[in-house]
């Protein structure tokens, strides 16, 4: 195609300078389009979470409203017991990871039993509550929306909320609960489990003797790294459970649409709890915890 | 207001934005009241507001402008919906019984634990007689054998009748039908109006029915309302409109009439389909 010089335009159309600005404009407006829409579901979250918490404090003060605690417990099993296998499976994955990814570099220090502590402090502070999160995003995360989603696009939230019941009460509140509590205790199991990992691994397969390997492991832990952990832990769970119930409670548009939740829910699971962990560590790190 | 007004619907007007962002307006102007114990029915043809009025008459939806306003034997005074608060609109929705165009089962619980919910969560009854009242209202449906089946093991015509089952559940003071028989056969569709009217009478409930079968509105209907594109057409009794569906269409001067009559007697040709009476089709063909 000839481009005309005597276009009215700066920059002629059609030229390759045009394609360019058209193409940045273009990616700049999508940016822009994209962080309207993170403000705005970000801004749903909040609603949610204010909702939920304001229904968890109403069923524990208020005498008259139940606190659901055989939802709770069916939310537990379904979130939290099912997923305790593939945890533990990828913990131990982890744990044997580490050590035989670090033995080299250690080794060349001449401080090979240190594996232990490196071991350890991931495990507990990082990869125990990361993986574990990351697991339950696919697992507990993806069906709780698919699970949300269906009910709205079948008027089941309508129906509720139609015989004066909250589904914040009824959906929203078991399952957030389901999911930060058992976020906690599988992170333990995973510490538990990774570190038995490494434990094996460096037994087996580095020689360094048992006895060594749990005395450097509890010499390099404080409570703080388990608080640490588990208050990571606890915060992931929050923002699973809310991009899941957020992601199901917009649910437009049938089948499609939650099959479309699902996938989101993973995606926007994973660069959160990543996005969130890299910040959290950045404070540990400058409070010196 | 007047003393037997149970809702006033003034002036609603009900907006969703366009795909490019402009408001369509959806409802414009509907105004119409219903009386205490009668069954009054919502015509009008698909897409023309019928589900989204219901919406705005339950409070899911918040309306854009105009008053609805609510008078039932519990409350004192005339309250506009809009202006309730949360725990208010909870409320009056005690004293609503909602029928969805598609049942709206709670999917996870039983058939008996659908209608079991409501009374559980919002009555002190003691768990023996919710069974009973449940037996009751599943045998007022004539669903009592399938009890303890999901609602995945139920047929559409059976998902509406505990629907109907469950929205009667805590006697309600009035009710309301989306479709209460769209996509039934007709027998099923007649068997679920006896429903209605048995209701009415028994339990001397308020209806709102919103539907675009003929046969059944007139039937069931004590008054009727001609929705059309968001515009309300006419309010009138079903004798006016047995009347104007029964008038030849050459006899009626008023645009308004010749369209009711084409839309009541299901006539495809007419007004409705075009302006000159003429259909999309015929004009194609003769332009050739
Ligand atoms: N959430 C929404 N957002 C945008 N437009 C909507 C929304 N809900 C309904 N509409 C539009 O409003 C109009 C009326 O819809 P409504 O569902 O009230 O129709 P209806 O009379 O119930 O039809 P039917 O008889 O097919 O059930 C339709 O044109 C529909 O596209
Ligand atoms: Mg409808």
Redesign the pocket.
Known sequence: MADSPSSGSPVPPGSRLRTAVEAVGEAVLAVGRRGAATVRFAGEMTVVLGETARWIARSLLRPGVRFRRDALAAQMVRVGVRSIGIVALVQVFIGIILVLQLAPTLESYGQIEQVATVVAIATVRELGPLITAIVLSGFAGASIAAEIGAMKETEEIKALRAHALSPYHFLIMPRFLATVIMLGGLAVIADVVGVFGGFMTSWLVLDIPPQTYLDITQAALDPTDYLTGLFKAGVFGVLIALIACCEGLNV?GGAEGVGLATTSTVVKSIVALIGVDAVFTTVFYVLGI | MESDVVISVQEVVKT???ADGTP?R?LDGVTFDVHRGETIVVM????????????CLIGE?PVDGGRILYHTARMPSSRDISGMSESELNELRKHLGILF?SGALFNSMSVADNIALPIREHSSVPARLIETIVTLKLEQVRMLEHRDKMPSQLSGGQKKRVGLARATALDPEILFY??PS?GLDPVTSAAIDELIMDLSKKLLVTSVV?T?EMDSAFRIADRMVM?DR?RVLKVGSRADFEALRNAPPDTLTRHEERLMNQFLNGYGRGPLTDATGTSEFERLITAG
């Not at chain 2, 009008?44 to 919406?55: E, I, Q, R, V």
Request: net charge neutral.
């Open positions: 437009t | 969703f934005p366009r369509a959806v009008g043809g698909s897409g023309c507001g019928k589900s989204t009025l219901l919406n939806l165009q989306d479709e769209a919103v675009h929705l968001g």
